[in-house]
Each structure stands twice: as C-alpha cells, then as structure tokens.
C-alpha cells in the first residue's frame, strides 16, 4: 500500500475542508467521533452482528465504500498528530467480523485517550486486519480510497 500517496491525498483534501470551511484544522475530537460513526456504518453494512436477521450483507462493493470512508479518518486523525507512516503493520485477519469491530472500537477509544504514535499505529493495524477480515486486499483498499477520494473532491466542488 502506498501511503504516502494516501496521506498526501488525505492532507490535500483536509487543507481544502479547512480553507473552503474556514476551519482551524482543531476538528481532532469530530475526526474521532466521524471515525466512529463511519465504523458503525460499515458494520451495519456487513450485517454481521444481525443473528436475528436472516437479510444478508449489503453488496462488497458498498461495504468496501464505508470501509474507505473510515480510512479517510484514520489518515486525516494521523495528519492531525503529525503521524504520517510509509507502512503499517497488517494484522491477523479476526476470527469474526465482529470480533474486529469491537477491537477497532477498543483500539480508537485508547488512541482517543492517549493519542500516541504507538496507539495509532496499533489501530491503523486493526483496522487493516478488520479489512482483511472482510476479505478486502490492500490493492482494492488503496483503490477505492483514490475513487472515493476524487468523490470528495467532487462534492466538494458542489457546495457539500
């Protein structure tokens, strides 16, 4: 995965935000809050704590949207703290799907406490095994990511 493009991207866009929004670039408390709705999101796209549904998930295409909006997150949270990495360590994909949210939740609650490098990092790595526990290779991330990306950059064009 090429992150330098990915924060360079991200950094690009958030510079954007602030400029066209008049922000202070002190948004880190809504990033957290944004990281976490987004996670709820995708997890209510999986459907995978629904045992008392029989609907299955939403197609892997739109899950693999929401899973890229949270890494917009994880990134701009980075950006925020000056934690920009070449690589994170992936990983073991979870036992469950669930498992993996649950840990990504724990995991962004002690990064929102203690907002170190170390803690990032470790989330940054749960949330990349929670991707390969929902069966999306880095190659497929990084290319949603650069479309949904180029989205924002759109929406943004048209006063979002």
Same mark, same amino acid.
């Given at each position: 995965? &090429?992150?330098?493009? *990915?924060?360079?991207? =991200?950094? =690009?866009? &958030?510079?954007?935000?602030?400029?066209?929004?008049?922000?202070?670039?002190?948004?880190?408390? &809504?990033? *957290?809050?944004?990281?976490?709705?987004?996670?709820?999101?995708? #997890?209510?796209?999986?459907?995978?704590?629904?045992?008392? $549904?029989?609907?299955?998930?939403?197609?892997?295409?739109?899950?693999?949207?929401?899973?890229?909006?949270?890494?917009?997150? *994880?990134? $701009?949270?980075?950006?925020?703290?000056?934690?920009?990495?070449?690589?994170?360590?992936?990983?073991? #994909?979870?036992?469950?799907?669930?498992?993996?949210? *649950?840990?990504?939740?724990?995991?962004?609650?002690?990064? #929102?406490?203690?907002?170190?490098? =170390?803690?990032?990092?470790?989330?940054? /790595?749960?949330?990349?095994?929670?991707?390969?526990?929902?069966?999306?290779? =880095?190659?497929?991330?990084?290319? #949603?990511?650069?479309?949904?990306?180029?989205?924002?950059?759109?929406?943004?064009?048209? /006063?979002?």
């Amino acid at each position: 995965m &090429d992150w330098v493009t *990915l924060f360079e991207m =991200q950094d =690009q866009l &958030d510079k954007r935000i602030q400029a066209e929004h008049g922000l202070n670039g002190n948004q880190f408390d &809504d990033r *957290l809050l944004a990281l976490l709705v987004e996670l709820g999101e995708l #997890a209510n796209e999986t459907r995978c704590f629904k045992f008392w $549904s029989r609907k299955g998930p939403a197609p892997q295409e739109t899950i693999l949207e929401e899973y890229v909006d949270g890494v917009h997150f *994880l990134l $701009s949270l980075g950006l925020a703290l000056n934690l920009e990495r070449s690589s994170f360590d992936e990983g073991d #994909a979870y036992l469950t799907a669930t498992d993996g949210f *649950l840990d990504v939740y724990n995991k962004t609650n002690v990064f #929102a406490i203690s907002r170190t490098e =170390q803690s990032y990092e470790t989330l940054m /790595g749960a949330f990349l095994a929670l991707g390969a526990t929902l069966g999306f290779t =880095q190659e497929m991330i990084f290319e #949603a990511y650069v479309s949904k990306n180029e989205a924002n950059h759109v929406r943004q064009d048209s /006063g979002y």
